[in-house]
């Protein structure tokens, strides 16, 4: 890692947090609300030391306490894409063809993360010193194997930068190269011009596809062929019914496979850091030591402080598609 502050000092941090109205039926910790999640990010945006552009990306009808403080504080986008998917490939779209300095850090949030107050701080810090950095993460654990084979990547045993050999300090935050994250990261303005189809093709992979786009951008192959083989010959193995839909996802799969084959100036970078910056509100909390309990707690009081009530509410279940 080198100093490359002076290329990247004038990044600017643009955050599109996507939201929607449903729960899903995950186990989630007792803390937990979208609406604290919302004011942890504000928080973490007003301590940042910067004036990161924040564009709220509203998939259906919104609460009105929480549209009330996307109001006040960015720019409000209603669409009606129906599912999780649709939702991320309009915002991936919108992204890549808005006129911002290819160096600018896109910062693609999910609504249900709680955020660490300094979050936004540490990450734009690591942004303009990691000058190989395409995708960046505050969420996610496993460190890449640098060694492993591209067609069989591995992770090293142990989560967060316990075994990494040179992670790169900054500010107190260990920064490395990562395996997979959810779909809250952060990537390069330019980069994301680039692989804007790509990304927007990777959600119909099926399964966990965040961390199937993860593997490909880097170059990484994201399925086995056995894996594959299996699809495409279902007979035999499940019922008739399954074929049709087992045959497509394969050759989907196959062609995913074929794009990882990238050359090597469009393999992408991801780092993830430790301790994580953002926690992702399910059950267990994995991947970091740190208090979330507590940290939730602070988030309410701050934003009690703003005569902002958080209440615990119940869950119910979520009729939107994934």
């Given amino acids: 890692m080198t100093d490359n502050s002076h290329v990247r000092s004038t990044a600017r941090l ?16 007792p803390y937990y609300s979208k609406l604290l999640g919302l004011c942890s990010l504000l928080r973490a ?39 999780n998917r649709r939702s991320y490939r309009a915002a991936i779209d919108m992204a890549a063809r808005s006129d911002w300095h290819p ?21 734009m810090s690591a942004w303009r010193r990691l000058e190989d950095a395409d995708f960046m993460s505050m969420y996610g654990g496993l460190a890449l194997d640098l060694a492993s084979p591209r067609n069989e990547p591995r992770a090293l045993p142990r ?36 692989d804007r189809r790509l990304l927007r093709a990777l959600p119909y992979s099926g399964g966990s596809w965040d961390h199937t786009t993860c593997l490909t951008v880097q170059g990484l192959q994201p ?39 990238r050359t090597m100036e469009h393999c992408r970078t991801l780092y993830l850091c430790d301790p994580v910056g953002a ?15 507590a940290l939730a707690g602070d988030a309410r009081a701050w934003a009690q402080a703003r005569g902002i009530s958080v209440p615990l509410v119940p869950l119910e279940p979520s009729t939107l598609p994934g």
Avoid: C
């Fill in 14 to 29: 643009r955050i599109i947090y996507r939201s929607h109205s449903g729960e899903n039926v995950k186990t989630r910790p």
């Fill in 45 to 83: 945006v007003e301590e940042s030391g910067s004036s990161p552009q924040v564009i709220f990306w509203n998939d259906g009808p919104i609460s009105a306490d929480r549209m009330a403080l996307m109001r006040e504080h960015g720019e409000v986008v209603q669409i009606d894409g129906g599912s």
């Fill in 103 to 123: 160096d600018d850090l896109i910062w693609f949030a999910e609504d249900d993360y709680l955020y660490r107050p300094e979050a936004f701080r540490m990450l």
């Fill in 159 to 194: 989560l967060g930068a316990v075994n990494v050999p040179y992670p790169a300090e900054i500010d107190g935050t260990n920064w490395f190269r990562g395996v997979s994250t959810t779909s809250t990261f952060g990537v390069r303005h330019a980069v994301l011009r680039e």
């Fill in 223 to 261: 399925f086995t062929w056995t894996e594959i083989g299996a699809e495409l010959v279902p007979f035999g193995s499940m019922p008739a019914a399954r074929w049709p839909a087992a045959i497509a996802r394969g050759a989907v799969r196959t062609g995913v496979n074929l794009r990882s084959r």
């Fill in 279 to 293: 926690l992702h509100m399910e059950m267990p909390a994995e991947g970091s030591a740190l208090d979330w309990e």
